[in-house]
């Protein structure tokens, strides 16, 4: 069965540090990848895809940037955090194709900028 | 650009109740409709609906779609505190890109009293 791991569960940052926030996936195969943030008082919000490694679009303009460097790796990051990135970002899977509509997320990372 | 609304966005019931959640939308190519349980953390996949109609059923869980008049709903009889949850829906929004992100509604945050 497939499995998707996020880390860390939770991270307190200040201002203008750096970001780097994983998630893999087990048991699948070229997976399509998500990000998504869900802010208080919002709701989920899709930030990036992945159709494949290297393979990323954006959703929203902002100062956060994403990666796919292996299948089942996808990796969020920013330079430079704003308080306005609080928030629990979740990372999702979904299969290739068809009417593979369904995505499935991890247990996602709470984020407190301060 | 793509919109789901959900209503109410929170509702206190006791135990032992029937519930009702809505959903309605406007996408530009109608595909599927999901639902998910959100707790604390993940959400977790309920239903995809696609054809007008058809119940879908999974214990004393049921959703339904009409596709003509735009909405969607999820019924929960003999509720119990363990369905205490957001409930969220969401439908894919072609990205263009070979992925479909999902656009969510703001949620329904059920609370239900002993």
């Known amino acids: 069965s497939q499995t998707i791991h996020q880390w860390p569960a939770t991270l307190v940052q200040p201002v203008g540090s750096p970001l780097s926030l994983e998630c893999t996936v087990e048991?699948?195969?070229?997976?399509?990848l998500y990000w998504y943030r869900q802010a208080a008082g919002r709701g989920l919000q899709l930030l990036f895809y992945?159709?494949?490694?290297?393979?990323i679009s954006s959703e929203v303009p902002q100062n956060l940037s994403a990666s796919r460097p292996q299948d089942r790796q996808f990796i969020l990051s920013s330079k430079k955090l704003l308080l306005s990135d609080s928030g629990f970002y979740l990372c999702?899977?979904?299969?290739?194709?068809?009417?593979?509509?369904?995505?499935?997320f991890g247990p996602g990372t709470r984020l407190t900028v301060t | 650009e793509d919109k789901v609304v959900q209503s109410p966005l929170s509702l206190v019931v006791h135990e032992g109740d029937t519930v009702t959640l809505n959903c309605s939308y406007e996408?530009?190519?109608?595909?599927?409709l999901l639902w998910y349980k959100q707790e604390k953390k993940a959400p977790t996949f309920l239903f995809m609906l696609?054809?007008?109609?058809i119940e879908k059923k999974s214990g004393r869980l049921s959703s339904i779609l009409d596709k003509k008049e735009l909405f969607s709903i999820l019924n929960i009889t003999a509720t119990q505190t363990g369905d205490s949850a957001i409930y969220l829906c969401?439908?894919?929004?072609?990205?263009?890109?070979?992925?479909?992100?999902?656009?969510f509604g703001k949620g329904t945050h059920l609370i239900i009293q002993p």
């Open positions: 696609t054809s007008s109609g």
């Open positions: 992945s159709v494949g490694i290297g393979q």
């Open positions: 048991g699948t195969s070229n997976p399509n």
């Open positions: 999702a899977w979904s299969g290739r194709g068809g009417t593979s509509y369904e995505q499935y």
């Open positions: 969401a439908v894919p929004s072609l990205s263009g890109g070979g992925a479909d992100g999902l656009t």
């Open positions: 996408v530009t190519n109608f595909r599927s």
